[in-house]
């Protein structure tokens, strides 16, 4: 696609309820990254993928966050038995690879949790 | 580890006026350095790099950033702001070697009073 497409926009949902969150980046794009932006705050790395080694984990907070990638397409992140200091927006984010720092960002998906 | 910091999280200034928002970086290995722009209810957006070359980098918009390995910096300026400039600014580094996610500072609102 033209740019970096996030689903949903929005998702509120009820403590303790999993969730899961889409990313489809630029088409060639081999990086994607995600990162979270909490309300007055920067912007947190969570975890990126670079073709096909091994993704870089290091951001996620805990281990009720994992995220997969097919390829080089679309990534999931999923937030299991979500918490309300989980709520934030998350940002996704690709690039042509990991060697430029130049991402083309998605418009996020913003989560509330109750 | 790469780190940035920048200094202030609002910043104000009148329309007309110099816009200085400051950042300073921490990496054991020569950077690359970016400075972000999220404007209201958009997504990230790029709006200049260093990468090594000309150590005074123009971007979109006016902007423009110097590389000050000395004082560590790549503080970002626009001589004279405009109410379009109101938005949310985050710089960021990459390691050239290494780990290669891209970190991002907390970042700095910016307020263009009429």
């Known amino acids: 696609g033209a740019g970096v497409s996030q689903s949903p926009s929005n998702k509120v949902t009820e403590k303790g309820k999993d969730v899961e969150l889409r990313c489809d980046p630029i088409?060639?794009?081999?990086?994607l990254y995600w990162y979270r932006q909490r309300l007055g705050q920067g912007l947190e790395f969570l975890i990126y993928f670079q073709g096909n080694s091994a993704p870089d984990k290091s951001g996620l907070p805990s281990d009720r966050f994992s995220a997969e990638r097919t390829g080089e397409s679309v990534s999931t992140l999923t937030i299991q038995r979500t918490q309300q200091e989980d709520s934030a927006v998350y940002l996704c984010?690709?690039?042509?690879?990991?060697?430029?720092?130049?991402?083309?960002f998605g418009e996020g998906s913003r989560l509330t949790v109750l | 580890a790469q780190s940035v910091t920048q200094l202030g999280s609002h910043v104000s200034v009148s329309e007309g006026a110099l816009v200085l928002l400051r950042c300073n970086y921490s990496?054991?290995?020569?950077?690359?350095l970016f400075w972000y722009v999220q404007y209201p209810n958009q997504g990230l957006q790029l709006l200049l790099k260093y990468t090594s070359a000309a150590t005074l980098v123009k971007g979109i918009n006016g902007f423009e950033a110097e590389f000050k390995k000395s004082e560590t910096s790549f503080h970002l300026t626009k001589p004279s702001a405009h109410m379009s400039d109101a938005a949310e600014y985050f710089c960021a580094v990459i390691q050239i070697q290494g780990a290669q996610k891209l970190v991002f500072g907390q970042g700095t609102r910016l307020t263009i009073n009429p």
């Open positions: 990496s054991s290995v020569p950077p690359y």
């Open positions: 088409s060639g794009h081999t990086a």
């Open positions: 984010a690709s690039s042509r690879d990991s060697n430029t720092g130049e991402l083309f």
